[in-house]
């Protein structure tokens, strides 16, 4: 707990009061927004990262940022936002959704996404859907024009081609690397966490101008998963979590410990119950996860609109806000 000491006489504090009272006026009728974004976090080490590949990730990520800072600064909603951000990150294959999707077992793609405002508590999640290009577009529309919070598998996809969403076949996710990870994994027998070295799950976090908040997540999942396998990206309250005047979470990692913690919504009843800020809230839930054995990170905004991060390793992560932070990192030491 920060305690401030008033050790200003009085008569400064009265002689100053009108001008902070009219400082205060002005920035409390200023329109405020915030935005965070992750692309996966886990061991990613400056040596395993060319000068190109950096570049390149920064870029992606700048890319994606500016997408959903546009949209606050122009008056947008905040689930407008995230969905401007996580639809580029779902097309761009160095990201582990949609386009970068890791491959199953069996050698297909599998993918994972949720959404929730933060305004009505309206949620909407997909799991295991194969043929679906957007998965966080279909999440939203599970959470606009459906009945229900979280659709799985086939009947996920009839869902889709009744909303008239764009259909590819399993193929279109491919990619050379996440096929070669696939390959390396079961010639070595490994684990997905050997061969993913990081979770390259996707996910936004937003506070837009009319005081609402959202929160969004999409996967692949983790490659060589079996049996239908789902983490917690789909999973409300565990990848995905957003309350107006509390917080919005978006969370990246082992999802079997995530779900088991409730990442999300830890995070969030530990800021409106105990009065922790977001950053405190978003530490001390991770370090539990990191207690149980698994690892991570997560990105949050709070009740005042900070963007914060939390990572047991690196991520890449990236914020913006309408006090002038705009920024994007990648390793864990970058702060």
Known sequence: MKIIAWTAPLVAALASSTAAVAGEAKTASAPTWSLAIHGGAGVIERADMSAEKDAA???????????????????????????????????????????????????THELDASIMDGRTRAAGA???????????????????????????????????????????????????????????????????????????????????????????????GMTGKRWNRIGDAPVIGAGTYAENGVCAVSATGWGEFFIRVGVARTICARISMKGETAQAAADETLADVVRLGGDGGVIVVGPTGDAVFAMSDGMYRGRATSAGVNEVAIYGDER
């Open 126 to 220: 997909v799991a295991g859907v194969t043929t679906v290009r957007s998965p966080i577009t279909l999440a939203r529309r599970v959470m606009e024009d459906g009945p229900h919070v979280m659709l799985a598998g086939k009947g996920a996809e009839e869902f889709a081609k009744e909303k008239g969403l764009e259909m590819v076949p399993n193929s279109w996710f491919d990619t050379p690397e996440r096929l070669e990870a696939l390959e390396r994994l079961k010639a070595e027998k490994l684990s997905a966490i050997d061969v993913d070295i990081k979770y390259g799950t996707v996910g936004a976090v937003a506070l837009d101008t009319h005081g609402n908040m959202a929160a969004g997540t999409s996967t692949g």
């Open 57 to 107: 990730y920064r870029a992606a990520l700048r890319a994606a940022l500016d997408a959903g800072a546009a949209v606050l600064k122009a008056g947008g909603s905040s689930t407008d936002a995230i969905t401007a951000v996580i639809a580029r990150l779902e097309e761009d294959p160095k990201f582990n959704a949609g386009k970068g999707a890791v491959y199953t077992w069996d050698g």
